[in-house]
């Protein structure tokens, strides 16, 4: 009984965390594994705006599992993250930020498993770099994703300096 509560109580946390972006839209799921009276394990494409850089917009692909544990809503899913960032409107920076942050984070499993999508800049050549990775508390996990957003004029205004938005 006392594993049970602690669980919900984990799972309340999870749910309770707060991502730095607008939750991501679900743009559509495809079936990959067919699975017999539970739910099928997924590829599902989300698109989400980054929270500081009006006019930019990432898509990622993430697995889903089915199954009874997918069902559930326990099951630990892979670090297989693929990640698409495209300039579509004017940039427009609302604030300054540091080199790495946090531009969105999800749970990917009960407790152990985080995927990340943090935001840099390459002040040479003025483009914004996104990386996307799912971190594990015990293991760690190499599998990662990079999308790069070069800043271009739009509409007749000049494309800003992501480099003077860079907190030192």
Not at 53 to 80: F, R
Not at 120 to 146: A, F, H, M, Q, W
Request: aromatic residues 8%; contains cysteine.
């Amino acid at each position: 009984m006392l594993r049970k509560i602690l669980i919900a109580g984990l799972m309340l946390l999870g749910a309770a965390a707060p991502a730095l972006a607008d939750g991501p839209d679900l743009i559509f799921k495809r079936s990959t594994v067919w699975k017999f009276l539970t739910p099928d394990h997924k590829l599902a494409v989300y698109g989400i705006d980054d929270p500081i850089v009006d006019g930019v917009a990432c898509h990622y692909t993430v697995p889903e599992k089915g199954g009874i544990s997918g069902m559930l809503g326990v099951a630990e899913e892979t670090s297989d993250i693929s990640l698409a960032c495209r300039q579509v409107g004017p940039i427009v920076f609302k604030q300054k930020f540091e080199q790495g942050e946090d531009m969105f984070s999800q749970r990917r499993s009960l407790i152990f498993k985080k995927m990340q999508i943090v935001r840099g800049c390459d002040t040479k050549r003025n483009v914004l770099v996104y990386l996307v990775y799912s971190d594990k508390l015990i293991e760690g996990s190499p599998k990662n994703s990079t999308s790069t957003v070069p800043i271009m004029p739009w509409g007749g205004t000049d494309a800003p300096k992501c480099a003077d938005f860079v907190e030192n």
